[in-house]
């Protein structure tokens, strides 16, 4: 099990913003923040899980193949996620529906964000 993980970004400002509103689908929220970094997590947990790390333009980029899966408890959360992921910048990495070629049920959708990573919100529940 993962403790949490953090990406370097390139505009902490710009980058918070982007996740404010797309994690905020999948009930994630902001936990803690430092000048240079922003941790997300649910109310339920008292650690964040997910955290943004403000880098110099140069070495802030994504890491080839490495993608963040994001819990989701229903699927409309799931179109939620994708949905306001393009309305703040992100970029299409795959829309949302069955992946019957992973572990089901798998309801999943993919974004790159604004500095390329590629994130996820998947819902394992039955319909």
């Known amino acids: 099990m993962l403790d949490h993980i953090s990406i370097p970004v390139a505009n902490i400002e710009r980058a918070a913003a982007f996740y404010d509103a ?11 923040q430092r000048t240079d970094a922003i941790g997300y997590g649910p109310d339920s947990r008292p650690a964040p899980i997910f955290w943004i790390l403000e880098q110099d333009e140069g070495s802030a980029r994504a890491g080839v193949g ?55 919100a ?3 529940a039955s319909e």
């Not at 529906?97 to 974004?111: C, D, H, K």
């Open 66 to 120: 490495l993608h963040i899966s994001f819990q989701a408890a229903q699927r409309t959360d799931v179109d939620a996620f994708h949905a306001t992921a393009l309305r703040r910048g992100g970029r299409d990495a795959g829309a949302p529906g069955l992946r019957p070629q992973y572990t089901m049920p798998f309801y999943g959708a993919f974004i790159y964000d604004l500095d390329d990573f590629k994130i996820e």
């Open 122 to 124: 998947v819902c394992r």
């Open 22 to 32: 797309v994690l905020a689908t999948i009930g994630l929220s902001r936990r803690k």
